[in-house]
């Protein structure tokens, strides 16, 4: 079977550096993917690791320790448009995409 | 470019009808999948291809059936709707396992 877990909700205001984390645990692990849905859209993918480490895409970041089974989002220079869900999901044995149930993060001023 | 077209955006069933969703994607991916959402559940797998011609089960495929008899089309099919499959299905494809999945628009179901 296959688990992940990242916290339900996550609050910042404007400008603040958010960390939203994520644990697994699944057999044939490839990577760890991050998706966003604004407001039940379709869901848009932000970033992949497949090695440990930090991967950065502009304001966002993304960190794996596979030894951990373990990564997180980093989200910087928040701003209101960030208000959404985030999820991690795992690349089970090269085929099946798992997500995890989704943490709403809120940005106020 | 269309990228991940779901048919239809909103349906409503009665309890026991049959139906059948639609996903079809443009961009020449191998693999497709089926997922459903609702309320703090997050996105559950329902069933997924890696190819055209095979089909395998996810998280969640009971009540479900699928198939893929084109590369470009993955189908999934109700046989008999109950209420406990009330929720928001979206497909989604990818040239790989590994790689970006693109997710359709989601269709809203009801099942009364």
């Known amino acids: 079977g296959q688990s992940l877990e990242q916290p339900s909700e996550v609050t910042a205001v404007e400008g603040a550096i958010v960390q939203i984390n994520c644990t697994y645990q699944t057999s044939g692990f490839y990577g760890l993917s991050w998706y966003q849905q604004h407001d039940g859209g379709a869901p848009t993918f932000l970033s992949y690791?497949?090695?440990?480490g930090l991967e950065e895409t502009g304001r966002f970041s993304s960190f794996l320790s596979r030894s951990d089974s373990y990564g997180y989002l980093l989200l910087q220079e928040l701003q209101m448009k960030d208000s959404a869900s985030y999820f991690c999901?795992?690349?089970?044995?090269?085929?099946?995409?798992?997500f995890g149930k989704g943490t709403t993060l809120s940005v106020s001023s | 470019n269309a990228g991940v077209t779901q048919t239809p955006k909103f349906r409503v069933l009665k309890t026991g009808q049959s139906m059948t969703l639609l996903c079809a994607q443009d961009m020449n991916h191998e693999y497709m999948y089926w997922y459903r959402q609702d309320p703090g559940m997050g996105l559950r797998l329902i069933h997924y291809s890696v190819g055209e011609g095979t089909t395998a089960k996810g998280e969640v495929p009971d009540g479900y059936n699928v198939s893929r008899l084109k590369k470009q089309n993955f189908l999934l099919g109700l046989e008999s709707a109950a209420p406990s499959q009330t929720s928001v299905y979206f497909c989604?494809?990818?040239?790989?396992?590994?790689?970006?999945?693109?997710f359709g628009q989601g269709t809203r179901l009801t099942v009364v």
């Open positions: 989604a494809s990818s040239y790989r396992g590994d790689t970006e999945a693109f």
């Open positions: 690791n497949a090695l440990d």
């Open positions: 999901a795992v690349n089970q044995a090269g085929t099946a995409l798992i």
